[in-house]
C-alpha cells in the first residue's frame, strides 16, 4: 500500500538521575563522595534511506521514543546514554509540526535531522565537592526529554513524469521501459498509487520514471483521485503528457491535463515537457498518422509499449533532456 502522508509524535528520551554516594571502603577513612553523573536521554533523528519510496512502515507505528538515559552509580561510574530513535523516511519527505509550519524537507539521500535532544543526564555527588563542603549529600535528577507531533508529506524524486488521463497506456509503457510491473488492466483507474523505474536509455546513463495515477478533468478539485498524487509531479524535472493517438481529440486531451496542473500549481507551465502519443500498435501497418501537435516546439514521439515502436527515440530524446538539466542544476550549485 502506498502512503504519503503520516502523523506520527515523537519523543526522546529522558535523562538518568545522578547518584548520591560516598566511597566506602576498608582502610580508606573519609572516601569522600563518588556518585556518578546520569546518561544523557537518547534523540529523536530523522534520516534519508533511499531504499525507501513510501510511508507505509508509520502506518503501525505512530507513537516513537528514544531511550532513557541509566541513572549514575557510586564510584564515580556514569550512566549509559539512551539509544537514539533513528526514524528513516523516503527522499522527499517534508516534515511540519502540528500547526502546519515547515521543519525540513529531506531531500539528500543520507540527509540527517536532530529534531529533539535528549535530556541531559542529572549530576552525581562528586560533582559539587569543594573544599569547604567536601561531604555534599545533593544530586541532580536527569531533565524530561520533549514530545512532538510531527506531520509527514512525501513529494517523490523522479526525473520524469508519465501523466495523462486513465487508459492513456502510461502503466503499459512504464513497464516496457524499465523493470517496475504495475497494475495493467482494460479499464480506468487501474493505477491507485504512483510507481517509479528505473529506465537505462544508454550505456551508464538512466534516469527515474514515474508512472503517476490518471487525471480528469476538476482533480485539482478533489474529484477522482484528486490533489493526493498532483504534488508528486512538482518534484519531477521532466513533464511527460501520455496522449492516446487514436483519441478523438488529443489537443483537447492536452489541454485539459495543462489546465489541471496549472489550477493545482502556476509553476507547473515552467516545467520542461515533452508528449508521448501512446498505442501506435492501433492505427494500422498502412494508417497515415496526422500529428495533432505539429505546431507545438515540445518534442514528440510516436510510440507503442506493445511493439517497441518509436521507444529507442523517446529513450534517447528524454535521457539527454534529463542530462542536460542534472548539468545545469550542478553547475548552479557550484556558484
Known amino acids: 500500500m502506498f502512503i504519503d502522508e503520516m502523523t506520527i ?54 507513537h516513537i521514543r528514544a531511550g532513557r538515559g541509566a541513572h549514575g552509580e557510586g564510584k564515580r561510574r556514569t550512566g549509559q546514554r539512551g539509544e537514539h530513535a533513528i526514524i528513516c523516511v523516503p527522499p522527499g519527505t517534508i516534515l511540519r509540526d502540528a500547526k502546519g509550519a515547515l521543519i525540513r524537507d529531506m531531500v539528500e539521500d543520507g540527509q540527517e535531522l536532530v529534531l529533539l535532544a535528549g535530556g541531559r543526564g542529572g549530576r552525581g555527588n562528586a560533582r559539587f565537592a569543594t573544599p569547604r563542603v ?47 510491473r504495475p497494475k495493467i488492466a482494460d479499464y480506468p483507474f487501474t493505477t ?17 520514471l514515474a508512472d503517476l495515477p490518471g487525471l480528469i478533468e476538476g482533480a485539482h478539485e ?3 483521485l484528486g490533489m493526493r498524487f498532483l504534488r508528486h509531479i512538482e518534484r519531477t524535472r521532466i513533464l511527460l503528457f501520455a496522449i492516446d493517438c487514436t483519441s478523438l481529440d488529443p489537443r483537447g486531451e492536452l489541454e485539459a491535463l495543462r489546465r ?26 498502412d494508417a497515415e498518422f496526422e500529428d495533432p501537435f505539429a505546431d507545438l516546439r515540445a518534442p514528440r514521439f510516436l510510440v507503442s509499449a506493445v511493439s517497441g515502436h518509436g521507444v529507442p527515440e523517446m529513450l534517447r530524446g528524454v535521457g539527454q533532456a534529463v542530462k542536460k538539466l542534472r548539468a545545469d542544476e550542478a553547475e548552479k550549485d557550484d556558484l
Open 134 to 180: 567536601q561531604a555534599p549529600r545533593r544530586a541532580d535528577s536527569g531533565r524530561e526529554g520533549e514530545q512532538m507531533e510531527v506531520r509527514l508529506e512525501l513529494k517523490l524524486l523522479a526525473d520524469v513524469g508519465l501523466v495523462g488521463f486513465p487508459n492513456a497506456g502510461k502503466s503499459t509503457l512504464l513497464s516496457r521501459l524499465s523493470a517496475a
Open 9 to 62: 509524535t515523537v519523543e526522546s528520551g529522558s535523562g538518568g538521575n545522578g547518584c548520591c554516594s560516598f566511597r566506602r571502603e576498608k582502610f580508606v577513612p573519609r572516601g569522600g563522595p563518588d556518585g556518578g553523573d546520569g546518561g544523557d536521554g537518547g534523540d529523536v533523528i530523522f534520516r534519508v534511506d533511499p531504499q525507501l519510496n513510501t510511508l507505509h512502515d508509520f502506518r503501525y507505528q505512530r
Open 222 to 224: 478533489g474529484k477522482g
Open 192 to 208: 491507485l498509487e504512483p510507481h517509479l523505474g528505473i529506465v537505462q536509455w544508454a550505456e551508464g546513463e538512466s534516469f527515474v
Open 260 to 285: 489541471e496542473l496549472d489550477a493545482f500549481d502556476e509553476g507547473m507551465r515552467h516545467k520542461p515537457a515533452g508528449i508521448a502519443l501512446t498505442k501506435a500498435d492501433l492505427l494500422g501497418p
